[in-house]
């Protein structure tokens, strides 16, 4: 049992390092992304240099999947192991449905947000842009919203797996009780 609280808490750092690092970086996009002053005009052509969010965006990205899919994957496991199948089935299981819902929300918007974001700070050339031939520049505060959707996902997402872990513990103890008093 001490065994396994070790390993839960190894990999909830993990997880947390992961989504604070997506958080800095992109917080670190928000203050490298392209600005105004970037944007260089030819007659009705545009261009727009790539700029260091790009590569900050990216990482936010990579970090953010990182994260996810290993809580996600711990809860699967957690839940959906063989010896473990009784917890699945517990009735008490809205709240933890819930925080992982929330999870994929956030997840779902600060992908979406993150990328869309990223994707205007790369280069964008002469009757290129980015849509349509046109320019198109981030406005502030979108990489710092990303950022606190990527918190709401971390945060949800181990909210969820700490009620999996004492859910199981409580059992666990119920286990134990039950063996003791036959």
């Known amino acids: 049992m001490e065994r396994q609280k070790f390993g839960f808490a190894v990999i909830f750092s993990v997880i947390i390092i992961f ?7 992109c917080v670190a996009a928000e203050f490298k992304r392209s600005k105004k002053e970037d944007l260089r005009l030819d007659g009705k052509w545009c261009y727009l240099p790539g700029s260091g969010a790009f590569g900050c965006g990216s990482a936010a990205l990579v970090l953010l999947f990182i994260a996810q899919i290993i809580g996600n994957l711990i809860l699967c496991r957690k839940c959906c192991s063989g010896g473990e199948r009784s917890s699945c089935k517990a009735k008490n299981q809205t709240i933890p449905i819930i925080f992982i819902s929330l999870s994929w ?22 009757g290129k842009g980015w849509l349509d031939g046109e320019c198109y520049i981030v406005k502030d505060g979108v990489f710092i919203g990303s950022g606190i959707l990527v918190l709401i996902t971390l945060s949800s997402t181990l909210v969820s797996g700490i009620l999996e872990l004492r859910k199981s513990q409580v059992e666990q103890g119920q286990k134990v009780h039950h063996a003791q008093v036959e």
Do not use: D, E, K, Y
């Open 105 to 126: 929300i956030s997840f779902g918007t600060a992908v979406i947000l993150i990328g869309a974001a990223t994707s205007m700070n790369g280069r964008q050339a002469f």
């Open 19 to 25: 989504g604070l690092a997506s958080f800095a970086m």
